[in-house]
């Protein structure tokens, strides 16, 4: 019902919690929040919607919350907006509150870590999974406790950004809950409510630049980027903290829009945060090559903006580049033709996308990084191990020490621990793997076989030989490198194929020589070029003869196609003029459009013109303004007219120069065919004569082949018409054993049948044996049993029949006692029955009935005055009908009182009736 004033609804609302109807309470306190009377904002608001918001919390109505938090904003949006964050903060921090007593009670507080969705939490899949899992009882009961509030807080979240999202009076308070959302799901480990959050706040900031209002946030002001760049690395950093990293480049991508999108330079502590995240991203995703880049933009990053950068800070960064480039995977060593057909759109763009992430305007590649290093002088800072390294690998040409120097290295990096958190360690098994490769590579120059076996004690330890094996495989497929591995000679062969070409003017990595095979395919390349110029030389004139019919024919494909060409030049060329009227005629209707505008402003300011007090002056001048603009209007509506007139001329002018042009072009076409008329009948002519003469020769030679392959399919009958007895008797032996072997298999098959059938009905005879005989025994079980329950229910009748006639029997007994007692009973009233008062009539100062006598002694006196209850009793019960212990419908009968028993209670009757007579005499 609607109230009058809100404390009326607040005191009945706290009435109702306090007999426990709470539901009853939010309804009364919804009513007030979205009644239209009460939607000014007062103090007593701050108190009902506290007390709505607790209500909701314990009843769970996080959909009632939202309503309530959605009228509520309307009410002291443009009032109070910090009433709005104490009420929203006082609710989720209640909800948290829950949350956290639940986990506290439930006995173990990762029992939700298989639920994927809080949304849907009893999904079919989870019930089935139930169904067949061993899940105890206290599982059930700490998924019942803790589930709900989980989901309720999520709820909550979700709606208080969804009604807090794209408003400037409140952003403040959205990016304080976005934080707390984020922390919620990183407390419960909730990785889907993480993603959909996440692609919440990303549609929010989608929505604010699609849709314009008054009160919308502008992401062109620095305060707004700043709070949406500290949600993003928020979101960053929790999402790498969970292993999200889809949802960890997704928050790159973001930041990477905000910081474009921004007027002024990123702070350099904003630009390390992104780099060092976006290294480990890249590293996760297994693009080294781009995890190296990054580094490479943070170490140029600290070089130039950390001034107090130490010298071992520097050591550790350079050190990190250095290894992180070396591990990055060595690209074949194609030509560029080879390389722009292996990489299509997709890739391109992926890679064009992933440079754009760090400003760089064409992708990197691993021989630019080495270049780069050499460009920032990041060797000159590294350890001397880690530069060791890098020229036993890129400069150094050493296969036979190689492993050494590399296993060196290696083991300093595993010994020193200070680099432990740095992650130092994770590029040991790359590097590991590219020296290998790179041990291929040289080893290929300078053998054309190996064992394996040696080949496996140059290699770096670590590396067992099914690993060998396979970067071997690899290299072979995705290098373009010439090795076979010969498991029969259990051997390594280089340099077979001619048909792999490289790039011969700067080859990758340390070269003394090119393969052999690449040797000998230059020199057949050179050989090709040498005879193509002495083909060139030979048949100089044959070449040039080529060439001029190849003109010749195109100038004739020219002539019979340049009419329509040129037929197709007019018509764009109407179409261009057609296409500038409709602009000019679009122009001048947008002019006339602005034209009336002014007019009809020019009206609006001479209507104000008519209220001041100046009126005639401001009307002169408004005349003149108006004689003014009529006269522009006209000098424009002339030069238009005058334009449109000069473009109509010039158009017929064309189209007249055009209907000359056709008719000369058409007459020429027509004289040209007639001449040629003679021309072509010659030609088809001759044309006709060489087919007839193509065709004769051809079926001679058709003929003679048709004779030749005659005589040879004659030759071939004969001789294999000799062979017809040996081939008879070839069939006849094989038909003879596969029979022989077909009738074998046949009497085995026939053997194992008959076994098997009669194994089969010995089986089911003794099936059924046991089957009878179960069934004969079950049968007399049954026939027992039956029996059993007849007996038990004739001793039960014989029980209760007993019972009954026992029953009679005491009912009788007790009915002849009462008889004899009340015949006793009227035998002593008769003998004791005092004279009554001789009767009065009322004419004669009676009251028309007799007086009872009054008593004698006190005592009676007393009871005559004033009864008992026991004994006026009997005015207000009812009268038992049953006596107890004597009911028929009982099952087993009352014993039967005493002799004594009986003596007292027939005294006392006689006694209450003595006095009841005695009260209730009437007058004789």
């Given at each position: ?5 809100p ?9 109702f919690?306090?007999?426990g109807?709470?539901q ?11 009644s ?11 108190e ?5 918001l ?17 009228q509520?904003?309307?009410i002291?949006l443009?009032?109070n ?10 609710f ?10 639940a ?5 173990d507080a990762?029992?939700?870590a ?8 009893n ?12 899940e ?7 998924r ?13 979240y ?7 999202k794209?408003n ?10 976005a934080?707390?959302a ?7 480990q ?16 989608v ?5 314009v209002?008054?009160q919308?946030?502008d992401?062109?002001k620095?305060?707004t ?17 969970m292993e999200?990293?889809q ?33 480990l991203?890249?590293?996760?995703a ?20 950390k ?6 800070e ?9 290894l ?8 074949p ?7 722009c ?12 996308r992933l ?17 780069d290093?050499?460009?920032?002088n990041?060797?000159?800072?590294v ?11 890129e ?10 120097r590399?296993?060196?290295c290696l ?24 020296a290998?490769?790179r041990l ?18 140059l290699?770096?330890?670590?590396v067992?030989?099914h690993?060998l ?21 259990n ?16 080859p ?13 395919r ?17 048949s ?10 190849m003109s ?11 009419e ?7 018509r764009?060329?109407q179409?261009?003029e ?16 602005e034209m009336?505008?002014k ?9 104000r013109a008519?209220?001041g007090?100046d009126?005639?002056p401001?009307?002169d001048?408004?005349?003149?303004i ?5 006269q522009?209007?006209?000098d ?14 010039a ?11 056709e ?20 030609a ?6 060489e087919?007839r003469?193509?065709?004769d020769?051809?079926?001679?030679e ?19 018409l000799?062979m ?8 006849d ?20 049948l008959?076994a ?31 029996e ?6 004739r001793?039960e ?18 009915q002849?006692?009462e ?15 005092p004279?009554?008062?001789p ?7 009676g ?17 005559w005055r ?14 038992q009908?049953?006596?107890r212990?004597?009911?028929?419908d009982?099952?087993?009968?009352a ?14 009757r ?8 005695w009260r209730r005499?009437?007058?004789?």
């Open positions: 019902m609607p109230f009058a004033k404390e009326n609804a607040l005191q009945r609302a706290e009435e919690i306090n007999v109807k709470k009853r309470a939010l309804d009364t306190l919804y009513e007030v929040i979205r239209k009377k009460h939607r000014t904002w007062q103090k007593i608001h701050d009902i919607m506290k007390n709505y607790e209500l909701c919390v314990d009843l769970k109505e996080s959909h009632m919350a939202k309503d309530g938090l959605h509520f904003k309307n002291c443009n009032v907006v910090k009433s709005l964050e104490e009420a929203i903060s006082a989720l921090l209640l909800a948290e509150e829950k949350a956290e007593k986990k506290k009670d439930a006995s990762n029992i939700l298989d639920v994927d969705d809080l949304e849907y939490i999904s079919p899949e989870s019930v089935l999974l139930k169904a067949v899992s061993g105890s009882s206290q599982d059930r009961t700490d019942d406790l803790l589930a709900p509030w989980l989901k309720f807080v999520w709820e909550s979700k709606q208080c950004l969804e009604l807090l794209n400037n009076k409140i952003e403040n308070l959205y990016q304080s809950v934080k707390h984020f922390l919620f799901c990183v407390k419960y909730r990785k889907t409510e993480f993603r959909k959050l996440c692609e919440t706040i990303r549609q929010h900031m929505q604010s630049q699609k849709y209002n008054a919308q946030i992401l062109n620095q305060e980027q700043n709070n949406h760049l500290e949600i993003r690395f928020l979101q960053l950093n929790h999402a790498i903290s999200l990293w949802e960890a480049y997704k928050a790159i991508e973001d930041i990477y829009g905000l910081m474009s999108m921004s007027r002024n330079k990123p702070k350099p502590g904003q630009m390390y945060n992104y780099y060092s995240k976006l290294s991203i890249f590293w996760k297994g693009n080294q090559l781009f995890h190296a880049i990054t580094l490479q933009k943070l170490f140029v990053l600290l070089k130039e903006q001034k107090s950068i130490t010298q071992e520097l050591t550790k960064i350079s050190s990190k580049l250095l992180a480039t070396l591990a990055i995977p060595i690209p060593n194609r030509s560029i033709i080879d390389e057909l292996d990489q299509d759109e997709v890739t391109l763009e992926k890679l064009k440079s754009s992430l760090l400003n760089l305007q064409q992708p990197p590649t691993r021989l630019s990084l080495l270049k290093l050499q460009k920032y990041v060797t000159n800072h350890f001397p191990e880690i530069k060791d390294l890098y020229t036993t690998l400069i150094e040409f050493n296969p036979l020490k190689l492993s050494e590399v296993n060196k083991d300093y990096l595993e010994s020193r621990t200070d680099l432990l958190n740095d992650n130092y360690n994770q590029y040991i098994q790359p590097i590991r793997e590219i290998v490769t291929l590579k040289q080893i290929s120059q300078i053998y054309t076989s190996i064992e394996i076996n040696r080949f496996l004690r290699v770096p330890k670590g067992d030989i690993t094996e396979k970067l071997i495989v690899d290299s072979a497929k995705n290098l373009d490198l010439q090795v076979r591995i010969n498991h029969q000679t051997s390594l062969h280089f340099g077979n194929d001619l048909y792999v070409s490289q790039k011969d003017d700067m990758e990595g340390p070269s003394i020589q090119s393969m052999p095979s690449e040797q000998i230059n020199q057949l390349i050179n050989m090709s070029e040498a005879l193509q110029k002495a083909n060139n030389l030979i100089s004139d044959d070449i040039k003869r080529q060439h001029d019919e010749v024919n195109i100038a004739n494909v020219y002539r019979q196609t340049c329509k060409h040129h037929v197709d030049l007019l764009r060329k179409l261009i057609k296409q500038k009227e409709m602009y000019e005629y679009l122009a001048s209707e947008k002019e006339r459009q009336e505008k007019r009809q402003k020019l009206a609006e300011l001479e209507e008519k209220i007090a009126f005639r401001k009307q001048i408004y005349k003149a108006e004689a003014e603009i009529d522009r209007n006209k424009e509506d002339e030069e238009l007219r005058r334009n449109i007139e000069d473009a109509n001329k158009k017929r002018e064309q189209m007249e120069k055009f209907k000359k042009e008719k000369k072009l058409d007459h020429f076409v027509r004289a040209c065919h007639e001449n040629e008329i003679q021309l072509i009948q010659k088809t002519e001759k044309e006709q004569e087919l003469k193509f065709w020769q051809q079926e001679k058709r003929i003679e082949n048709l004779k030749k392959e005659a005589v040879i399919q004659k030759d071939n009958r004969e001789r294999l000799r017809n007895d040996d081939k008879d008797a070839f069939f032996i094989i038909l003879s054993g596969r029979k022989a072997e077909f009738d074998k298999q046949m009497k085995e098959f026939t053997e194992k008959k098997a059938r009669e194994s089969k009905l010995l089986e089911r005879k003794e099936k059924r044996k046991t089957e009878r005989r179960d069934k004969y025994l079950k049968e007399i079980e049954e026939e027992k049993k039956r059993q329950m007849e007996k038990r229910q001793e009748e014989e029980r209760r029949r007993k019972a009954d006639e026992q029953a009679r029997k005491q009912r009788l007994r007790e002849e006692i008889q004899k007692l009340a015949r006793e009973q009227v035998e002593t009233k008769k003998e004791d029955k004279a009554s008062a009767y009065r009539p009322r004419a004669m100062g009251s028309g009935m007799s007086r009872p006598e009054k008593p004698s002694t006190a005592s009676e006196e007393l009871g004033k009864r008992s209850d026991e004994q006026s009793s009997w005015r207000t019960e009812a009268p009908t049953e006596r212990g004597f009911n028929r009982s099952k087993q009968a014993p039967a009182p005493t002799r004594g028993q009986w003596k007292d209670s027939v005294k006392k006689e006694e209450k009736k003595d006095e009841n007579v005499q009437a007058p004789q």
